[in-house]
């Protein structure tokens, strides 16, 4: 039970962001004209497929590596030292999403401004040390917080600034939450560890087939919107992306059950009756929810 209510937590928090964030994409929808829309939609594609460079795939995994080695590790000086190595990566990533998106011909002012969104994608290590914690209830909080605080300043931005700040739109809601949630972290001084450094790159070049395979399906996942762009129409691409904010309201609820579980997962990996559980569990939820929100979406 005491598992459900976090995971609960979790997911509530997760399903009001993406709903929050695709209500207001179609406010921006409103006020954009459609081929600007296409077009920011498809160097968004782009940003997001460069996005695997923030090392989102690995953050259960990061999790999961201080949990079987919480006898000798800081918890605080661990985590801000995965921050600094996803930061690390995420720089790199920046630039080969600068260059795709030259060669892809887009607005190069645009790609470099969305493109930041890979570097502020990193914090997300840090809504993880949270869940880590068991401290889920903070993270529901932070979480609700800087969501509606982006949704204000998304509004502000849409409703009184000219289209030239449009790009930033992209940009809000993960600099807000970088900036709350980095904020609330260091409130009391991380430093980084050369050691955990060394540990956490080890573990990234382990994982690297983990990497890629998540990088193909979030590839697969975009890069339709990109042959949309040079194949057919902006106005394809916009009427695309409006499609599928609509279906991510729906389907990500099934999936936000994972973040909660994968630490129990991990400190029950030796009670074996506890462990098949908790996989029952999460089974049933994710599919129980997958199926459910699956026919309210369609």
């Known amino acids: 039970m005491k598992i459900l209510k976090g995971a609960v937590l979790i997911s509530l928090e997760r399903y009001f962001s993406v709903f929050i964030i695709s209500i207001s ?32 795939s690995l953050d259960t995994v990061f999790q999961d590596y201080y949990l079987k080695n919480s006898d000798r590790i800081s918890i605080g000086d661990y985590y801000f030292s995965c921050l600094i190595v996803k ?10 999403s600068i260059i795709a998106i030259s060669l892809l011909d887009f607005n190069l002012y645009v790609g470099a401004v969305i493109s930041t969104l890979i570097l502020f994608k990193t914090i997300t ?7 880590t914690v068991k401290k889920e209830k903070k993270y529901f909080l932070i979480g ?16 009184f600034l000219d289209e030239s700040n449009i790009p930033y739109f ?16 260091l409130v009391e001084f991380r430093s980084v560890r050369a050691k955990y ?23 697969f996942g975009k890069v339709d919107q990109i042959l949309l762009a040079k194949m ?37 990996r030796n009670d074996n009756e506890r462990y098949i559980n908790i996989i029952r569990n999460l089974m049933f939820f994710t599919v129980f929810l997958g199926v459910l929100f699956s026919v309210l979406n369609f």
Do not use: H, Q, W
């Not at 930061?87 to 080969?96: E, N, Q």
């Not at 840090?126 to 869940?131: C, D, H, P, S, V």
């Not at 690297?208 to 399906?217: C, E, N, P």
């Not at 499609?243 to 936000?256: D, E, N, P, Q, T």
């Open 25 to 56: 994409f179609f406010i921006l929808a409103k006020y954009v004209p459609v081929d600007k829309l296409g077009e920011y939609s498809a160097i968004e594609a782009v940003v997001m497929i460069c996005v695997i460079f923030s090392l989102l």
């Open 87 to 96: 930061v690390i990566s995420s720089v790199f990533g920046y630039v080969i």
């Open 125 to 131: 290590i840090l809504t993880i040390y949270n869940i």
């Open 144 to 159: 609700v917080f800087s969501t509606s605080i982006s949704f204000i300043m998304k509004l502000m931005l849409v409703l």
């Open 170 to 185: 992209y940009i809000i809601d993960m600099f807000v939450l970088f900036t709350v949630a980095g904020g609330v972290f």
């Open 197 to 219: 450094l060394l540990e956490i790159f080890g573990l990234v070049k382990l994982r690297i087939y983990f990497i890629l395979s998540s990088f193909s399906i979030v590839a």
């Open 232 to 268: 057919m129409t902006l106005e394809n691409v916009a009427n695309y992306a409006l499609a599928m904010k609509v279906v991510g309201i729906f389907v990500l609820m099934s999936s936000a059950f994972n973040l909660s579980f994968s630490r129990e997962l991990s400190i029950s």
